[in-house]
């Protein structure tokens, strides 16, 4: 169950008056662990990558975080971000293919634990040794 949820969207779409695109969504998981989801073909920027890393401040005794990144890019200013931040306790970034396997091989040396997988039950049971 979810107990706290923060979304962000992208600009003004340029095809329909009024409305916006959502590009993200942060949810903090009952387990603590955050849970950010990036809507695919999304390219994740810096502001996007710290929007993550603060909202990771839910839960400042253990800050775990779930990211489900299927057919994303990051900038390089968001994956040094990401990568970089000191008081992460650890990252499993999920994702569906060996594409997104490439994309992910930017936190492999990370200052944290980080590693990618493609299930979703097996990236929380990785997470949670970090509990």
């Known amino acids: ?18 409305t916006q695109r959502l590009t993200q969504r ?18 994740v920027t810096v502001d996007d990558a710290r929007a993550t890393l603060d909202a990771s401040l839910l839960n400042p005794a253990s800050r775990r975080i779930l990211m489900s990144m299927t057919a994303v890019t990051f900038t ?21 293919d060996p594409v997104d396997r490439v994309v992910a091989a930017f936190a492999d040396n990370a200052s944290h634990p980080a590693q990618f997988f493609t299930s979703e039950e097996a990236a929380l049971d990785w997470l949670e040794t970090f509990a």
């Open 76 to 96: 390089n200013a968001a994956r040094r971000a990401i990568c970089t931040e000191q008081e992460i306790t650890a990252i499993a970034l999920l994702g569906e």
């Open 26 to 43: 942060l949810t903090l998981r009952e387990d603590g662990v955050l849970h950010v989801w990036w809507r695919p073909s999304t390219v």
């Open 1 to 18: 169950m979810d107990t706290s949820c923060i979304t962000t969207t992208s600009e003004r779409d340029p095809d329909a008056e009024e």
